[in-house]
């Protein structure tokens, strides 16, 4: 089935399920995307932009996008690569005087690609402590922290991920084109990307827009506040700020036939596997999974106040792209939820396609939520079915799916799907001044209500 049609036939199951799991799982905000080939064909948000205002999300709603900052930076070296003013295996030290360590002799060798794959065997954030005070260094206290010693393992001896490896290609990036990190990035990816809505520092004119970062629901306390905070040096790792059609645009530059933007190779160069330590694969700025049936490229993302995932299958086309704004909004749940339907819609198209006796208008009328002390179901129309979707966070959703035949009257027969349920037992929806009830051997189950 062509992947723009899997995603059109999946929305309606991935909005369900993802408004239920969001509200559930307590999440302030979440904004969603979903693109086929550069198109985007599913954008929703879920919750407020700010818990006080109650000011509704939206796709467009700012986020900071924390480590996915790395991927512009992979970005910006790519093109200076392609323009020739450096090399991928050149040293470090050949751009930056200042990197050497008499007390580190691992340093004089480290490169480009070595930074760019997380196998520098650098530390993964120096020692300034910023996580927890807020106080990101200056580029001095990096030049300083780099005469210290860096280095935890030699080179290419581990995979260790490194948010002081990107600070560094930042002061490459800056070195070799003679301007501010912000300034070469946005000259060399952003603005040619044609990305409005994405900035490599925190810009207060902004804020109205982003979404206010929250902390961890903890039981019986108010989830803490973030303010906005700058990360300076660090920007090339972790500073930027950016929405769901930005990053769907910057994807898709990186697809196979992205335009002009990157070569071929640079691209397929970026996204294969340039290192791996076991479980962890790496390309340049690229994590590389390879997990699942299908290889997927893309990063994630944690700043004070928010989570965010993405993932690019290159051979479907398929981005997906999950902002949240709590340091627990567990954006990989959403990102691997969504997934999960895609593949159930894609591969169940045709059983999912209505026959002479499927009423999808009656499905439309029956389909919500219907809660008993067991938890709670969402009862939906994929296509021209009726089918049951799991709202147990325990498994994928597509994992789960019951699909029902109509029987008429009101009445259906869970036809496929999990075995140890109602697997070909009969099911029947009864109006009542409530609304529908859903009546099966084991009850009735009344609609289930939920308001943020």
Known sequence: MDQRETVTLASRALDRWLDFTSWAERVPSLSVGVAVNGETFFARAYGFEDLATRKPATPSTLYRIASHSKLFTATAIMKLLEAGRLRLDDPISEHLGWFESDADANLVGVTVRELLTHSSGMNRDGVTGHWLNDEFPQPEAIRDQARAGLSVFESVEHWKYSNMGFTILGQVIEAVTGSSYENAVIELVVRPMGLTDTAPDFDESTEPRHATGYGIAYPDRDREQFAHVHARAMNSATGFSSNVPDLLRFYARHQPGGGDFLSERSRREMQRVQFQDGPYAWGLGFAVDRSGAETTVGHGGAYPGYMTASAMNPATGVTIVVLTSAMDGRPQLFLNGIASLLRYAGAHAGEL????????????????????????????????????????LSLPPGDGIGRFAYLGDGRFRFDDGPQNGMFGEDLEFVEADSGFVMRSGTGDQGRFSFAR
């Open 353 to 392: 396609a209505a026959d002479a006796s499927d009423e999808p208008a009656y499905y439309d009328r029956v389909a919500g939520f219907y809660g008993s002390r067991w938890g709670v179901l969402a009862m939906e129309r994929l296509g021209g079915k009726l089918v049951s979707i799991p709202l147990d």
